[in-house]
């Protein structure tokens, strides 16, 4: 093959490499861009702070959590708020509900110091979103082993994304 045609034969595998790598650098930007605009979904810091339900302005105690909203509506939830020897990891589902506002529901068990199992928190929660940050409000239920609520409290959250 003569070097002019080699010139002609590459000149449009050079034209079609420099299209993929834009389409590629696009698309690093286009991910980018989605994964800071979809709303709940990902992984948060939050610091959780307990409050008297009789008169939010009372703070009982607070102590940092992770969320993990996952796509499809799934929750799972850690935090240092009990001991992890008592309490099992929370799960849960969550859902859009309007604009920037969404709804989720976790529960945890929780065990006496000899490992018997003694009661359930549920948590449901009005969350906002606002960009990479959110604010909500807690209800908190603890269910005894056959389902009974036992124990009702009162909380807020804010959060940031994980990034």
Known sequence: ??????????????????????LLVMGSGLTAMAQSNNGLEGTWRAQV????????????????ARFSYAKGGTLTVTTA??????????LGVWQHTTGHSYSAVSEAFFFSPAGAWTSIQRLTRVIEVDGNGYTDN???????THGNVIVTGCGTSVASRME
């Open 138 to 144: 807690i209800a908190l239920e603890i269910l005894d």
């Open 81 to 90: 708020g009990q001991l992890p020897s008592l309490t099992t990891p929370g």
């Open 1 to 22: 093959m003569s070097s002019t045609k080699s010139k002609h034969f590459a000149a449009p595998y050079k034209t079609a490499a420099l299209v993929l790598a834009g």
């Open 49 to 64: 702070t307990v409050r008297d339900c009789g008169n939010p302005n009372v703070v009982l105690r607070t102590f940092p």
